[in-house]
């Protein structure tokens, strides 16, 4: 990476670089202080910084900013001292000329899909994931692109949905414990207990925070119906910001709560908008489950119309056939979803054979940092 021009900007509270690509980037005099890559700024063995930012004096300046081989020498006063930033740091880092980008933007990493994605629903045999190497990156990888992902052929023994889990996290125990039982129960305390069709949703929305993973694995599978559906909730929440941007506006302004007392001594809340952005727009989180939606009370009059409108809205979508992908599980299949993003649905069985799956969450930062790690050294 080389330059076409230094210049200190701004009275030294920034360095302006020109690349010879074209591109330039100004970087703060505070900006690089805090970022400085040396050995008594940040730990090189563990990366940590060891410094806190009250430790860098408030008037910080670059008093002098020069190259000096693949390196950006820049001396800050009044410290008085230089530091050396490796120039594909600072281009990697520069964050001068972002684009501005309309609300709902996704992370890069992200694919938004439909019933298209049927013909190559991503999948892979359980004895590739525990194996761990290419085969496991590769299904995490498609577990961020598309927020799910199939597995199958693996062992038919309870529990066995622990060691899915195992390749690439922890399970997140909750008050149905380390996992759950899903099938017909006679005075179920909780409808996915029961045969009935379940719309699509995302799980556990009365928690906080929300389990980021789902696991449902399959042990016996011979009842009529009950196949698996999946439906992209950021696809569903970017089609209705496209056919109603006010109601995907009002749907992520304001909260709705959840809430789940069907067990003796439980009673879990929590007040989250169904479409959840990040300060600067990224969506990143629907929340959507009719059966515990309490009742909500945090939109003003004037925009409640607007509000339910934009709910049913995107209710619709989500009952839209041509957005669900759908498959049977035979035992020993599983499938695990981004409980931030992708919400699951069952259809109706009967009470004719059985159908009995195992399900339990875990966390995504987990799933992430494994995969990361293994893009790293395979
Ligand atoms: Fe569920």
Redesign the pocket.
Known sequence: MSLQSIEIADGGNAVHLKFDSGSDARFHAMWLRDNSPDPTTRDPGNGQRLITLNEIPRETVVSNAALNGDNLDVTFAPEARTLSYPMAFLHTHAYDNRPVRAAGWLNDDLETWNSDLNDSVPDAPFADLAAGGEGLRDWLSAVRRYGFAKTSAGPVENGALLDLVACFGYVRETNYGKWFE?RAEVNPTNL?FTGLG?QA????PYRDPVPTL?V?YCLENSAEGGDSQVVDGFAAALRLRDENPEGFALLARYCAPFEFKGAAGVRLVARKPMIELAPDGELVGIRF?NRSAAPIVDVPYDDMDGYYKAYRDLAEIVDDPSMAVSFKLSPGDSFIVDNTRVM?A?KGYSGEGTRWLQ?CYADKDGLLSTLSGLEATL
């Open positions: 899903v996915a379940l949703h995302t799980d556990n789902q449902l489950n699951h069952r399900g």
